[in-house]
């Protein structure tokens, strides 16, 4: 990659993102875990149902807090599944200790890069913060996440007037299946639910 900077151990380094190429629509969908064998190929653990994202972005941006808080951006070689996870390389990441000077750094992507949803199927991501009301236009709160239970996701509502970070047994939890949910309005950012406000 133009630019690079040889590390001491003979392995290029990832680009630094400028400002101006760090988009405004990032998403975190992961995290690297480790290095892959020897030939700069890195182990990503992948978030919740948003991991579809990896395999369709060209570019992934990295972020990371500790010990040097620092972001970095990769071109994406290559990213296939490898057992129950994801291994990949990327440019200027070409050997054991390139790939291990990742470990740990957050993953995100644009969330342009989503690969398109089915009909009736959605991105955790686009589900949070909607607002939640049921068939009779009570106001039963805002989404502030969802657990995956295996068979279907849980809604995490926080009702109004309960400040965060809520308690769990001050959450409203309404299972996102269509026995409950109506309708779901992304643009009027809203869910309609078949829920009662005591329930």
């Not at 992961?30 to 653990?45: C, E, H, N, S, T």
């Not at 994801?86 to 690969?115: H, K, M, Q, T």
């Not at 009702?159 to 009027?188: M, N, T």
């Amino acid at each position: 990659m133009a630019g690079n900077k040889p590390q001491k151990d003979g392995a290029s380094a990832p680009s630094f993102a400028s400002d101006a190429a760090w988009p405004d629509d990032l998403i975190q969908v992961g995290r690297i875990l480790d290095a892959w064998g020897v030939k700069g190929w890195f182990k990503v653990q992948a978030y919740s149902n948003q991991g579809d994202a990896l395999f369709n972005a060209k570019h992934w941006f990295l972020k990371s807090d500790a010990p040097k808080p620092g972001r970095q951006m990769l071109t994406v070689l290559s990213v296939r599944e490898h057992g129950e996870g994801i291994v990949a390389s990327a440019e200027g990441i070409a050997d054991r200790n390139g790939a291990e000077a990742l470990r740990g750094w957050e993953l995100w992507v644009s969330r342009a890069d989503f690969p398109r949803t089915g009909d009736g199927e959605y991105y955790w991501v686009d589900l949070i913060g909607l607002d939640v009301v049921n068939r009779e236009g009570q106001a039963l709160g805002r989404v502030i996440g969802l657990i995956d239970t295996g068979a279907h996701a849980v809604l995490r509502i926080l009702p109004p007037g309960v400040a965060e970070p809520a308690k769990p047994d001050q959450e409203r939890l309404i299972p996102f299946v269509e026995a409950f949910v109506d309708d779901v309005s992304l643009a009027e950012r809203q869910i309609r639910v078949d829920w009662g406000v005591d329930y």
